[in-house]
C-alpha cells in the first residue's frame, strides 16, 4: 500500500480529546449511575421551550436548512442589537474557531494564544501549518500585557478566551482596552465568549466590537443555553470580517433543528437565569467542598473550576471513573477540570474525590 502524506501540520496534529461520554463508561465499566461533570455542559439540560420548538419542526427533517439563517440571525440582531451583515453561524462555535483560521492565517503566518488556553486554538493553527507563539501563562490567567508583546510581522491572528477554559480565569474591561491599543489593527483579536452568559455583568464585548474593527466575538449556545448535542454558535464581527468568514463557511453548516432549537433558547431569558442561579450555587459546594478537603482550586467566572488534587491527574481521573464520575485531566500537571453539576452530581463528586484521594478524614462530616 503506498503512503498518502498529509499536510505538514495535520500530520503532527494530536486530535482534540473530547471529554469521555455516559455510554462509553457504562460499557466498559458496566455501571450506570454515572455523573458527567467533564465537558463544561448545562446540568439542567436545555429549556422546556427548546424543546416543544424542535418537535414542532421535526417533520422538515426531509429539507435542506436556510444556508442564511434568516430566523437566528433575525433573533441575534434583535437581541444583540447587531445587523444580519455582521453574523456569522457555526456549526458550535468550535466550527467558527477554524474559519477564523482558515480565513486570516496562511502557513507563512503566525497566530498568538496563550498557555492553558483553549485546546482547539492549537489544533487549528497546526492544521494549516502557521507558527503557534503560545505566550506563559501569569498564574493560570491570560497574561495580556506579553500577549501583545509577542505579537510578530507576521501575526495574523490572536486567539483570548474570556473566561479561559480549562481555567476558568477572567480579565477586566479596562486590561482588554490597553492591550487593544497595543494590537496593529491588521491583526484579528478573536474574542472567545463561549462562557459568557455565567457572569455577564464582568465584560461589555460588543462595546469594543463597535470601536475596534479587528475584533471577532465568538459565541456558542453549548454551554448556558444547554444545546451542545445541537451544535449552534455564533460570531459577531465587522461586515468585511464577517463577509470573508461566509466566503468559506460550509453553505448548509447550522441545520435547521438546531436554528429553531437557538431561537427557544436565546428568547428563555428566565432559564438562562435558572442555569446562572443553579451555577452559582454549584461553585459554592464545590470551592467548599475543596476547602474542606485541604485543596486549592482557581477562582473560575465560568461553569466548571480547575482544582490541584495534589496527586497524578490522570491517576486520580481513572479512580473517579471507577466511582462512576467522569472529570476532566486537561494537561496541567496535578490539575482536573470540573464542571459545576446540580446539588446532588457535586456532591456525589466530591466524596468519590474524598474517597480516592483517601481525605475522608478531611471532610467536615470526618471532623464532627
Ligand atoms: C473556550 C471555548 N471556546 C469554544 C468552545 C467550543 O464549543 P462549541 O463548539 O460547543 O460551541 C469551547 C468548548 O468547550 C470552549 O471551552
Known amino acids: 500500500m503506498s503512503f498518502v502524506p498529509a499536510n505538514e501540520g495535520i500530520s503532527k496534529l494530536k486530535p482534540y480529546q473530547p471529554g469521555k461520554p455516559i455510554s462509553e463508561l457504562e460499557r466498559e465499566l458496566g455501571i450506570t449511575d454515572i455523573v458527567k461533570l467533564a465537558s463544561n455542559e448545562n ?14 419542526e421535526l417533520a422538515e427533517i426531509g429539507r435542506y436548512p436556510d444556508g442564511g439563517g434568516f430566523i437566528l440571525k433575525d433573533q441575534i440582531c434583535a437581541q444583540f442589537g447587531v445587523t444580519a451583515d455582521c453574523i456569522t453561524l457555526g456549526n458550535g462555535s468550535n466550527d467558527l474557531l477554524e474559519m477564523f483560521a482558515r480565513a486570516f492565517v496562511s ?18 493553527t497546526q492544521a494549516i501549518n502557521a507558527q503557534a507563539i503560545e505566550v506563559p501563562a ?14 510578530q510581522d507576521n501575526t495574523k491572528l490572536i486567539f483570548i478566551a474570556n473566561p479561559n477554559n480549562p481555567t476558568g480565569t477572567w480579565f477586566e474591561e ?42 471577532i ?28 468568514l461566509n466566503r468559506i463557511r460550509q453553505p448548509f453548516n447550522v441545520n435547521h433543528l438546531a436554528m429553531v432549537a437557538a431561537v427557544a433558547a436565546l428568547k428563555d431569558e428566565d432559564f438562562i437565569e435558572q442555569s446562572r442561579i443553579v451555577n452559582k450555587a454549584g461553585m459554592n459546594q464545590l470551592e ?13 467566572r ?39 453539576g446540580t446539588e446532588t452530581e457535586n ?7 474524598a474517597k480516592v484521594l483517601d481525605l475522608a478524614s478531611n471532610t467536615v462530616e470526618g471532623k464532627a
Open 302 to 340: 465560568a461553569n466548571f473550576i480547575l482544582v490541584d488534587v495534589q496527586a497524578d491527574a490522570a491517576q486520580t481521573f481513572n479512580a473517579l471513573l471507577k466511582e462512576g464520575v467522569i472529570v476532566r485531566p486537561v494537561g496541567i500537571a496535578n490539575h482536573l477540570r470540573v464542571s459545576i
Open 107 to 124: 502557513s507563512s503566518d503566525s497566530v498568538v494564544y496563550s498557555q492553558h488556553a483553549f485546546a482547539v486554538y492549537a489544533l487549528v
Open 288 to 300: 467548599q467542598g475543596f476547602q474542606s478537603l485541604g485543596l486549592d482550586y482557581v477562582a473560575s
Open 43 to 56: 446540568p439542567l439540560g436545555c429549556s422546556d421551550q427548546v424543546k416543544q420548538a424542535v418537535a414542532a
Open 217 to 244: 466575538v465568538s459565541r456558542t449556545l453549548s454551554k448556558c443555553y444547554g444545546l451542545a448535542a445541537l451544535r449552534v454558535g455564533f460570531a459577531l464581527a465587522s461586515k468585511q470580517v464577517t463577509d470573508f
Open 174 to 215: 479596562a486590561e482588554f482596552e490597553a492591550f487593544m491599543q497595543k494590537v496593529p489593527a491588521s491583526v484579528i483579536v478573536v474574542l472567545d465568549e463561549a462562557y459568557v452568559e455565567y457572569f455577564p455583568e464582568n465584560f461589555n464585548s460588543l462595546k469594543f466590537l463597535a470601536q475596534y474593527p479587528n475584533i
Open 138 to 151: 501569569k498564574g493560570f490567567a491570560h497574561d495580556l500585557d506579553a500577549m501583545a508583546a509577542a505579537i
Open 347 to 353: 456532591a456525589k463528586f466530591l466524596s468519590a474525590l
